[in-house]
């Protein structure tokens, strides 16, 4: 009877609380991979309005590079998100 009840419990705890486990994870990714798309767009929103007020002022060539370092700070933000994404993924 108490092998029984031991085999239940582990049968039970496979099927049911391991998939719990993996959709928290998987939920976890999905939200690291939503703030790092968001943090992105800011910065790449930044990036142009540098680039926009820079470029009112006559200064094309600083507006140009304004808005090559937003690109790039965006880039850096879903690297990190893919990074962040892929660990909860892991966990």
């Given at each position: ?13 496979l ?21 790092g ?7 790449n ?37 893919t990074?962040?994404?892929l ?5």
């Amino acid at each position: 009877m108490r092998a029984f009840t031991i085999a239940a419990m582990a049968f039970l705890f496979l099927f049911v609380g391991m998939p719990r486990i993996a959709l928290a994870d998987e939920a976890k990714a999905k939200m690291e991979e939503m703030k790092g798309e968001a943090k992105a767009k800011a910065q790449n929103a930044e990036g142009e309005t540098k680039a926009l007020t820079e470029e009112a002022k006559g200064n094309k060539v600083k507006g140009t590079m304004e808005r090559a370092k937003g690109k790039t700070k965006a880039g850096g933000e879903r690297i990190k998100s893919t990074a962040k994404q892929l660990k909860a993924k892991t966990e």
